[in-house]
């Protein structure tokens, strides 16, 4: 069983940053592969980034590609989500996932734990 937290979520202004952290606990975290997805209301969960259980390789939804940054400290158990231009449409639950599966996926449904959410609210 693996145990997600995510903090570092809030307000800010258009344009502002935040930086989203996920702290991993239970199992053998350098092993999995994690991604952050989002769902604003009235909307689908959607993909944001993903990150393989190495490191090495990283994907990105279209929408925020150039301004996020995934990444991730093993050592720490923790994975990172660095939002910076951020605009009114990435207000949203941001969740937190982990799987052991292989390189990456931005699929939800290849996740098998996920965290409890925070909101990351931008204002224009």
């Known amino acids: 069983q693996v145990q997600l937290d995510e903090s570092g979520g809030g307000m800010v202004q258009a344009g502002g940053s935040l930086r989203l952290s996920c702290a991993a606990s239970?199992?053998?975290?350098?092993?999995?592969?994690m991604a952050w997805f989002r769902q604003a209301p009235g909307k689908a969960r959607e993909f944001v980034a993903a990150?393989?259980?190495?490191?090495?390789?990283?994907g990105y939804a279209d929408s925020v590609k150039g301004r996020f940054t995934i990444s991730r400290d093993n050592a720490r158990n923790t994975v990172y989500l660095q939002m910076n231009s951020l605009k009114p449409e990435d207000t949203a639950v941001y969740y937190c996932?982990?799987?052991?599966?292989?390189?990456?996926?931005?699929?939800?449904?290849?996740?098998?734990?996920w965290g409890q959410g925070t909101q990351v609210t931008v204002s224009s």
């Open positions: 996932a982990a799987d052991d599966g292989p390189t990456y996926s931005s699929r939800d449904h290849e996740y098998a734990y």
């Open positions: 239970g199992r053998t975290f350098s092993t999995y592969r």
């Open positions: 990150i393989s259980w190495t490191g090495y390789v990283t």
